[in-house]
């Protein structure tokens, strides 16, 4: 296993976690832009840019990219984020240099007028399909009002109105904000031939014109607002909880995913005891969420209409609790090596290699081993929690709650 | 890559792919048992009881069994089909004897009656839930009409009928009929100490009694038959369409893979070209079912109700199309080079080999290795595919509709 690293003239890095036993060859580009970087007007375009991309480059139709994609058996998907959009593909060795050929080409895509007309009906059934699933937007919904006028109040789908006003122009010029080639970057994993990948991404990007991408980043404070919303089609109440965490650069975000784990992973947690082992609710979970500059941790909850007065009140009291007796010796060892565990089972596929190295990359600019990451996990304390716990309260949610009797 | 390969005196067979740089070690146990091997009454035991394995046995109550899958840090997880039920859970290596420890005592269950009680609720809100999603049961009516009478006709969830009637005493009947070591077969892949586990298991079973497991496996006849079902909730129309096809030991199955990639893949397939690239269905692919001494080719069309009669007419001329001219020689080299392509992809992680070892190991009792696999697929010609359509021609469906309007 061995990094390497190459900035191309044009601002492009090139970053790769080279394995030559690996039987496949993850390529990527992360693109440091998402919902966040969205101005009210356009929300959704990051997303809808996202599937665009697919559809064609001057030198290729929609179906040459679809076709071509096939004929190099590669699996290859994307998404977008309230930080980034990240597309990708596997392929075996051999054609990671045409699977590259083509995932940079589609970097620049014509955004043709027939193909945007086309796809704004997909997106626009897919924010409809979204709306009509449970938690039925409690989510986005809870985002917003924890976040309030902060940048990531914007839900990454966009809203009907805003996506079905979106104009192709407006789209181009969303583009041409943030897609420098500076704001991007190529990531790889597995058996990967960096010489020769450097080698042709510096041909294939030549005509990339850098330009300067800016994001503000501003620390958020959350409003610990509620909010009922009535759903009558629900069966259940579906409660989203945000309260202010580390961001992803607080060196107390690996505190904070240790205590989530106690608290609040999906199984065996402080959270699966209470309320899911006795019945009391279909899902409870907590989880921390890491931005640049800000943070959050994020409690789900799923229950009967009938028993959500009594587990909200409890979420409150187990988390009085926790904020005044810590955690035990036990429950920090099983976290660690449930954690551990995890890390190792999923850095396997050079895939999965690929969406960690290349996360790290775009939040922090570092690489970090497997090892390397285990180990900051384990050099995690009781303390540490303690002093997390001092910085954030959790005593102050935002919620967003809904279900039929709301 | 080393296949190693034991039967201890009870008749439980050990098989391993060993390979020592692995990360993991994927561990399974395999039941040749599943709803073919129910009688009408007890429609729906295999799946219930593979809920209950996880209840406990006699030295470990279910907390028990889920503490001690969370402390070894395991991905763990369980599945019923027509023909097997298949249990694994994933370890860091130097957790595989406990974590097989656990999951050879599960194997002995002890279904008390408070536990089966109990999970019966979840199995029935699992069959409603089912019975209310897309595609709203057509699955499981279709293969009931294509086999009739034969054993595949079974639903693997059961009917609330069926599963509301069920005793724990018929359950434990069931068990006691199927779940002969000769019947289990133990499939482990990745990091694994193969002599330390066949050690330990054969200390773990010594108390396990083997005893004589039939299986009736004829070849079924499909019956042709229609059947429309309104479903007003729905907003379009599912449909499943059956066919007779090469049977798991039937060397026509690799030309019918082959075929059925060509055919129906869902990318870059003629179905994807006609159907989903032209916008006449959401979802069309057609694909190779395989079971011991019987087989079909199912095709699963998804798409607006009024578009459905065209639809349904285009399917059978293209499948005539295809009996009458055959394959292209480009057809075939992509759909070759797809399939490799997936086999190599999925092959990477120690628990998707221990699937497919598995699975080829119960149906057949034979080991290939990757490369093995791949050899067989690139052996397919265009004559093959020429003698599997004069065998099996593809032009006598039996169709299960469902929808708004029918």
Redesign the interface.
């Known amino acids: 296993m061995q990094f390497r690293s190459h900035q191309l003239e044009n601002g492009l890095e090139v970053i790769a976690e080279c394995n030559p ?4 060859t993850a390529i990527s580009y992360f693109v440091r832009t998402g919902a966040r970087d969205e101005s009210a007007p356009v929300a959704g375009v990051s997303h809808f840019l996202e599937h665009m991309v697919f559809k064609g480059t001057e030198s290729r139709s929609a ?1 040459d990219v ?2 071509e994609l ?6 290859s998907n994307a998404f977008t984020s309230e930080e980034q959009t990240v597309y990708y593909c ?3 060795p051999e ?1 990671q240099l045409p699977a590259l050929n083509l995932l940079t080409d589609v970097m620049r895509p014509s955004l043709r007028q027939d193909d945007f007309d086309m796809e704004k009906q997909v997106i626009l059934e897919e924010i409809a399909k979204y709306a009509d699933q449970p938690p039925f937007g409690a989510h986005e919904m809870a985002l917003a009002l924890h976040f309030g006028d902060h940048p990531l109040h914007h839900s990454v789908l966009g809203t009907t109105e805003s996506v079905s006003a979106l104009s192709r122009d407006q789209m181009l010029e969303y583009f041409n904000r943030q897609y420098s080639p500076g704001n991007l970057k190529l990531v790889l994993a597995g058996n990967v031939d960096f010489d020769a990948v450097v080698d042709q991404v510096e041909r294939d990007t030549k005509h990339w014109t850098p330009f300067d991408v800016t994001r503000d980043t501003p620390r958020a404070v959350g409003t610990g607002d509620c909010k009922f919303i009535r759903k009558e089609m629900a069966a259940l109440d579906y409660t989203i909880q945000l309260y202010d965490g580390p961001s992803a650069t607080d060196p107390t975000r690996y505190a904070g995913r240790v205590m989530s784990t106690i608290f609040g992973d999906d ?2 947690s402080r959270m699966f005891w209470e309320f899911i ?1 006795t019945g009391k609710a279909e899902y409870a979970v907590l989880e921390s969420c890491e931005y640049q500059g800000t943070g959050a941790f994020l409690s789900y909850l799923c229950c009967q209409p009938s028993q959500y007065d009594a587990n909200i009140q409890r979420i409150a009291e187990m988390l009085a609790d926790l904020n005044e007796t810590g955690i035990t010796n036990d429950e920090l060892e ?1 976290a660690l ?2 954690i ?3 890390i ?2 999923q ?4 895939a999965s290699r690929m969406f960690s190295v290349g996360a790290n990359w775009l939040q922090r600019g570092t690489y970090h081993t497997v090892r390397e990451t285990i180990d900051q996990y384990k050099a995690v304390t009781r303390d540490d929690i303690q002093n997390l716990l001092t910085q954030f309260k959790l005593d102050r949610p935002t919620t967003v709650s809904v279900g039929p009797k709301k």
Do not use: M
């Open positions: 036993q690996a039987y496949s179906e679809n076709r096939d004929e190099l058996g590669s699996q596997t392929v075996l054609y199984n065996g082992d099983l090596s449930k551990c565990s995890h190792v089972l850095s396997e596929r050079p």
